[in-house]
């Protein structure tokens, strides 16, 4: 004789934890738990429990490393910038120690600062935008403050007014420049 299937919606909860278990029996849907597998079962609730906590005390951990992570790289994301601007800086105020200053040492010592200030630019990937005359206009990249006329091709660069920057691939500021008009 084949067992009936009871419907999903008359399952006792009872009966399904301690089937898993499998030490009770079950007798017409009324539920007889030994002093043993109640014990079993207290036991598994309490480790799932603990299970939960560890698991939401590492969840709440690495949130808050992240956090602090995040914290910490927004507050030194210069550091490696400044550390190439020391030495910048230390050479401009030894040029205004020199009592008696020459026009060439002044030259000399502007050159080699901004020899530095190039290092500390490349090595922090700070790229100046200086765009040659007859490039086409990029307006992500330049700025045409006015057109003028030219024996160039129209919105082709006719001067750089002012260098822009770009920090990696990110315009830090525009090239600002002349660019011809249409003839």
Do not use: C, W
Not at 2 to 15: G, H, L, S
Not at 107 to 134: D, H, Y
Not at 145 to 155: R, T
């Amino acid at each position: 004789m084949q067992e009936q299937e009871k419907p999903v919606d008359n399952i006792n909860p009872v009966e399904a934890v301690v089937g898993d278990v499998g030490a009770a029996e079950v007798d017409a849907g009324v539920a007889e738990v030994s002093a043993d597998t109640l014990a079993q079962l207290e036991a598994k609730v309490l480790e799932l429990q603990d299970a939960f906590m560890r698991a939401k005390a590492e969840g709440e951990n690495i949130r808050r490393r992240a956090q602090d992570d995040i914290s910490k790289a927004h507050k030194f994301a210069i550091e490696s910038f400044a550390e190439a601007m020391v030495p910048v800086r230390d050479s401009l105020e030894m040029a205004l120690k020199v009592e008696t200053p020459s026009l060439e040492s002044i030259k000399e010592g502007v050159e080699m600062t901004l020899k530095q200030l190039i290092s500390a630019f490349e090595k922090n990937r700070l790229v100046e935008v200086n765009p040659a005359q007859g490039e086409k206009l990029d307006p992500s990249k330049h700025q045409a403050v006015s057109m003028v006329p030219a024996e160039q091709d129209a919105n082709t660069i006719v001067t750089v007014l002012q260098k822009g920057y770009m920090i990696a691939d990110r315009l830090l500021r525009p090239a600002l420049v002349t660019v011809a008009q249409a003839k």
